[in-house]
């Protein structure tokens, strides 16, 4: 059941709901004098700081019903982030007390452009539970939706929070579609399945989005031998697929961007194994496949004006008799050659291909999305993605994005001095490094080798595609759709 939205005028009056969620500086509370007093005194006695994201939990009667303040501290420099967290958090508690209805009231630090938006993704994002495989109680308890959230604006913001709730809600409609597929079971989630999907959307788009794919056949014509080599493994069939969105507007003038997604269906290791925990959510392994369908899902709902483009190769990892094996040499599509060293560093293998079939359009800008390292959880832990880019132009605006949308990530170097280290004997590559340390750079590296001067970003999203427990309460536990929403929101500002 759809939450409901009703943007009201606010007042110092504290809105009369069962959940209010406020946000509060220290000595600045919104409210009028004599609530102020009570609510001061409450946060005195829980020695409330007003630290950024704090949640303090406030219960006291008011006439006949029971009312619930849930206070966010806002700390001293106010970002977006805590009105989009405050809320997810406040839903979940709401979820949790079998409240169905709340209320939000805006601070005025913010610049109302995007508040709206924010809030919208807190309620979506925040609430939202992978519910398809349960049954009995629990499935019922995670399923209870928030019928009502009252959202408390200046009056002449009514119409602008509006927007941003419209936006918000297609924002996190796309993020979900990838939450779903990254928390499918692999044997669900095939390649096929994947296809399937991105058909389903294209009908959906009522041909504004066109879907091309190529089967076994017509990659090994059009020389993928590193994608092919991967699959080669698997019983399920490895498929290539080719998304194109093109604005209803004359888009003669408009860039174009690309956007490879890594989709491994299940990443076993294929024969240099992975070990039991290691493998255990390796279903994840093509949640880059997966936000590049979340963001067509909503491209041509928003209209927006880029022409894009979207390519996944999907396949499974698996050992078998006819798996890949180390020492084996294949040919991608461009004739270099690699090495492979290891079959576990099999995502660089496919993106080489798809990343250089991205090429052949001559994109503007290029983006790939992987879970391609353990390395990059290691430095940057996992809620945070790695960048690497060509282009510190390009990636400034993508970073700004993504700090708008509260994404975290943070830009890493392409040290050339480490290029040696995937260079082969008997071949142009090997795919794992000579060394054992600094694997995330060594495999963007890797990736760099397949692209040409276009400006490239590459986003390791090993760490935040998936939550095994939550930290952040905009993305609860499993798929987290990472990336869907920075992207949609570069995209949007592109041709500005
Ligand atoms: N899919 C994995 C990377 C990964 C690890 C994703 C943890 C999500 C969570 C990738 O294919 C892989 O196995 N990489 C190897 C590379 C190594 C063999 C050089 C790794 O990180 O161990
Ligand atoms: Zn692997
Ligand atoms: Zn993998």
């Not at 009995?136 to 941003?164: D, P, Q």
């Not at 959906?204 to 991967?230: P, T």
């Not at 290029?366 to 990636?395: K, M, P, Q, R, Y």
């Given at each position: ?254 860039p174009t961007i690309a956007l490879v997604g890594k989709g491994i269906t299940f990443d076993s290791g294929g024969l240099n194994i992975k070990t039991g925990d290691g493998m255990e959510t390796m279903k994840i392994d093509m949640a880059g496949a997966a936000t590049v369908l979340g963001i067509f899902s909503a491209l041509a709902k928003l209209q927006l004006p880029v022409k894009v483009h979207g390519y996944m190769a999907l396949c499974e990892n698996m050992p078998s008799g006819n798996a890949i094996k180390p020492g084996d040499i294949v040919k991608t599509e461009s004739g270099k050659t690699i090495e492979i060293r290891n079959t576990d560093a099999e995502g660089r293998l496919t993106l080489a291909d798809a990343l250089l079939e991205a090429q052949k359009i001559k994109p503007d ?132």
């Open positions: 059941m759809a939450t409901n939205y009703s943007v009201k005028t606010k007042s110092d009056v504290l809105p009369n709901s069962e959940l209010v969620v406020l946000f509060w500086q220290k000595g600045k509370l919104e409210i009028n004098k004599k609530d102020e007093k009570q609510v001061q005194k409450s946060l005195d006695k829980l020695q409330a700081s007003g630290d950024k994201n704090e949640c303090q939990i406030i219960s006291y009667p008011k006439g006949n019903v029971y009312r619930t303040l849930f206070m966010i501290g806002l700390g001293v420099a106010p970002a977006l982030d805590s009105l989009r967290r405050g809320v997810a958090a406040g839903i979940q508690h709401a979820k949790q007390n079998s409240i169905r209805e709340i209320s939000v009231v805006v601070p005025e630090v913010f610049e109302y452009e995007n508040v709206g938006k924010a809030i919208t993704e807190g309620v979506e994002l925040g609430g939202y539970s992978f519910t398809k495989y349960l049954s009995g109680h629990e499935k019922t308890e995670r399923l209870k939706a928030i019928k009502n959230v009252y959202v408390y604006v200046k009056k002449e913001k009514v119409s602008e929070v509006n927007k941003g709730i419209k936006i918000g809600k297609e924002f996190s409609r796309a993020t979900i579609l990838a939450r779903d597929l990254v928390n499918e079971p692999a044997a669900h989630a095939t390649p096929q399945a994947l296809l399937e999907k991105a058909r389903e959307i294209g009908r959906e788009s009522k041909g504004q989005i066109l879907v091309e794919y190529y089967d076994r056949k017509e990659c090994w014509s059009r020389g993928m031998g590193a994608f092919l080599a991967v699959a080669q493994g698997s019983v399920h069939e490895p498929v290539f697929v080719h998304l194109v969105y093109q604005p209803i507007e004359n888009s003669k003038d408009m800008y290029l983006i790939d999305l992987a879970t391609l390292t353990g390395a990059c959880v290691v430095s940057l832990g996992e809620d945070v993605a790695g960048v690497f880019s060509n282009n510190d132009e390009f990636s400034e605006k993508f970073m700004k994005a993504a700090d708008d949308c509260g994404e975290q990530m943070w830009r890493l170097p392409l040290v050339e001095d480490y290029k040696p280290l995937i260079k082969s004997y008997v071949a142009d590559l090997r795919n794992i490094s000579t060394k054992r340390y600094g694997g995330a750079i060594t495999a963007a590296l890797f990736l760099q080798e397949f692209v040409d001067k276009t400006p490239w970003i590459h986003v390791d999203i090993a760490g935040p595609s998936y939550a095994e427990q939550q930290v952040n309460p905009v993305m609860p536990p499993g798929g987290s759709g990472f990336g869907v929403r920075t992207i949609l929101q570069l995209i949007e500002n592109l041709p500005k």
